[in-house]
């Protein structure tokens, strides 16, 4: 069965760092791959998304994302996080186009002022 | 764009008593609906998704039931609820234009005591 894989379970950055979040996917066909976002009190929305084309998705609020298809990783990235970026990351993968994307166990991300 | 509406928002019931949470769907036609449950540190678990009125499948046996009696209404349900259906339940629905891309609902935070 796929699986999706977030290796980092718990970061704490300051304002201002760079931030790369992990993720792997155990399949070798075509994927669809996502990244949300849970802020703290707030329901999940999507981040960004990678179904073709480019590898480098860039989403909402300056995150992108690389999707490495020789690693079998899409991994989130932001040059410089901000305090309002504290929340919960969720990669998910769509394995064959499928309809039911597999979530990792997320990343809890905390950023200090 | 899809808005999931969730009810009840947080939900206090003793072991035994039936359960019954809602979710409807507005924006969206003919969507795939999803119930998950998402625990810390372990990532949303898919419980059941459906692709149509009445189609149900279900992901992981357990207490609970899923129906669709609308294109965009998805109940969660249980006749007598254990200790152990504590949780947070979310629904989320994926329609056009793209059915890969999942959208949640708020959640329903259940506390079963």
């Known amino acids: 069965a796929q699986s999706v894989s977030q290796h980092n379970h718990h970061v704490i950055l300051s304002e201002a760092a760079s931030l790369e979040l992990g993720c792997n996917y155990s399949y070798g066909g075509t994927v669809n791959l996502f990244w949300y976002v849970q802020y703290p009190g707030q329901h999940l929305q999507l981040l960004l998304k990678y179904f073709s084309g480019d590898p480098l998705v860039k989403g909402i609020k300056g995150f992108e994302a690389e999707f490495i298809k020789s690693k079998f990783s899409f991994n989130l990235r932001k040059p410089s996080v901000q305090w309002s970026d504290t929340a919960e990351y969720f990669c998910?993968?769509?394995?064959?186009?499928?309809?039911?994307?597999?979530f990792g166990r997320g990343t809890s991300l905390i950023v200090h002022p | 764009s899809q808005t999931i509406h969730q009810w009840p928002a947080t939900l206090v019931q003793p072991v035994g008593s039936p359960l019954s949470l809602e979710c409807t769907v507005e924006?969206?036609?003919?969507?795939?609906l999803y119930w998950y449950r998402q625990a810390a540190g372990r990532g949303l678990q898919l419980l059941f998704y459906?692709?149509?009125?009445?189609?149900i499948s279900s992901e992981v046996p357990q207490n609970l039931s899923a129906s669709r009696p609308q294109d965009r209404q998805f109940i969660l349900s249980s006749k007598k609820l254990l200790l152990s259906d504590s949780g947070f339940y979310l629904c989320?629905?994926?329609?056009?234009?793209?059915?890969?891309?999942?959208?949640f609902g708020p959640g329903t935070r259940l506390l079963v005591l």
């Open positions: 459906s692709v149509g009125i009445g189609q």
């Open positions: 924006g969206t036609s003919n969507p795939n």
């Open positions: 989320a629905a994926a329609g056009t234009p793209s059915q890969e891309t999942q959208y």
């Open positions: 998910a993968a769509g394995i064959g186009g499928s309809y039911i994307p597999t």
